[in-house]
T-cell receptor, first 113, second 113 residues
Framework: NAGVMQNPRHLVRRRGQEARLRCSPM?????VYWYRQLPEEGLKFMVY????????ESGMPKERFSAEFPKEGPSILRIQQVVRGDSAAYFC???????????FGQGTRLTVV | QQPVQSPQAVILREGEDAVINCSSS?????VHWYRQKHGEAPVFLMI?????EQKGHDKISASFNEKKQQSSLYLTASQLSYSGTYFC??????????????FGKGTHLIIQP
């Protein structure tokens, strides 16, 4: 059973471009979380999704950021018109139920130049 | 609501003990402990669900107080491999809750030989 797979591992975008981050949860996991981590800081909750539904997006910036978890395929975190402040590591975690242990992917390190 | 972790950082010599605290102003449904090494994904340590619960493996254990507002992580006879940043993640409601897993800002643990 492969772990949580995130790709790409590293992503470089110019200001104004779009960034798409992908997360394939572990097999059998229907709960996905996205977190942002700035250097030397903690994991900041962004969004919690179940298949095809956004359960809680209270940590997502209101503009430019969106997330989806379609019935088929990976969860996508999309950042439009990226700015330098979006540079961070973005981690995805999945769990079989909401109160079960969450497994983290290796993260995508986004650099905006 | 983000849990509060203390201390922010700890420097120990190999073989010394450490305690990391995680607290909330409201009763929690669960507490999850993770360790993250620099540049890597957080790794699950343990989950506590019941007030008064204590659990652990090897020389790392944790407790959850009766009121379910505070958890402590205990590292006994620390080893160099224990170095990293420790995060507590908390859930405010039982399965199906909208909060997801919210993490504290982390405690940096440095073990020196």
């Amino acid at each position: 059973n492969a772990g949580v797979m995130q790709n790409p591992r590293h992503l470089v975008r110019r200001r104004g471009q779009e960034a798409r981050l992908r997360c394939s949860p572990m097999k059998g996991h229907s709960h996905v979380y996205w977190y942002r981590q700035l250097p030397e800081e903690g994991l900041k909750f962004m969004v919690y999704l179940q298949k095809e539904n956004i359960i809680d997006e209270s940590g997502m910036p209101k503009e430019r950021f969106s997330a989806e978890f379609p019935k088929e395929g990976p969860s996508i975190l999309r950042i439009q018109q990226v700015v330098r402040g979006d540079s961070a590591a973005y981690f995805c975690a999945s769990s079989p139920t909401v109160s079960d242990r969450a497994f983290f992917g290796q993260g995508t390190r986004l650099t905006v130049v | 609501q983000q849990p509060v972790q203390s201390p922010q950082a700890v420097i120990l010599r190999e073989g010394e003990d450490a305690v990391i605290n995680c607290s909330s102003s409201k009763a929690l449904y669960s507490v999850h402990w993770y360790r993250q090494k620099h540049g890597e994904a957080p790794v699950f340590l343990m989950i506590l669900l019941k007030g008064g619960e204590q659990k652990g493996h090897d020389k790392i254990s944790a407790s959850f107080n009766e009121k379910k507002q505070q958890s402590s992580l205990y590292l006994t006879a620390s080893q160099l491999s224990y170095s990293g940043t420790y995060f507590c993640g908390t859930e405010n409601t039982a399965g199906g809750g909208a909060d997801g897993l919210t993490f504290g800002k982390g405690t940096h643990l440095i073990i020196q030989p």
